[in-house]
């Protein structure tokens, strides 16, 4: 059974600073990329960044673009989301998932798309 774990979040003031960490942990697990969503209260699931796990490309929403910086650690099998000058309207919890099957372009960065996702994890912006 593959599980992802994320931790890293918290409360923070309007502009600082959040590191999250997805943990991945089964057996065999495949997959092509990794992403990052979050989802606010009453609002649906939105892409915020993604890696290809193989070659390390990396693909950010607009509204993250040089703030947010997406890595992984292959040998710890371990995603992260560096988040800087975070804004309160960027409360939310933040999910890692992941997409076993290539897929190029922002269309592919969907929630119906993804295999796996983790429990997430709670990130507070208070202004």
């Known amino acids: 059974q593959v599980q992802l774990v994320e931790s890293g979040g918290g409360l923070v003031q309007t502009g600082g600073s959040l590191r999250l960490s997805c943990a991945a942990s089964?057996?065999?697990?495949?997959?092509?990329?990794m992403l990052w969503f979050r989802q606010a209260p009453g609002k649906d699931h939105e892409f915020l960044s993604a890696?290809?796990?193989?070659?390390?490309?990396?693909y950010y929403a607009e509204s993250v673009k040089g703030r947010f910086t997406i890595s992984r650690d292959n040998a710890k099998n371990t995603l992260y989301l560096q988040m800087n000058s975070l804004k309160p309207e960027e409360t939310a919890v933040y999910y890692c998932?992941?997409?076993?099957?290539?897929?190029?372009?922002?269309?592919?960065?969907?929630?119906?798309?993804?295999?796996?996702w983790g429990q997430g994890t709670q990130v507070t912006v208070s202004s």
């Open positions: 998932a992941a997409d076993r099957d290539y897929c190029l372009g922002f269309g592919c960065y969907v929630r119906s798309r993804m295999d796996y």
């Open positions: 089964g057996p065999t697990f495949s997959r092509d990329s």
């Open positions: 890696i290809r796990w193989n070659n390390g490309n990396t």
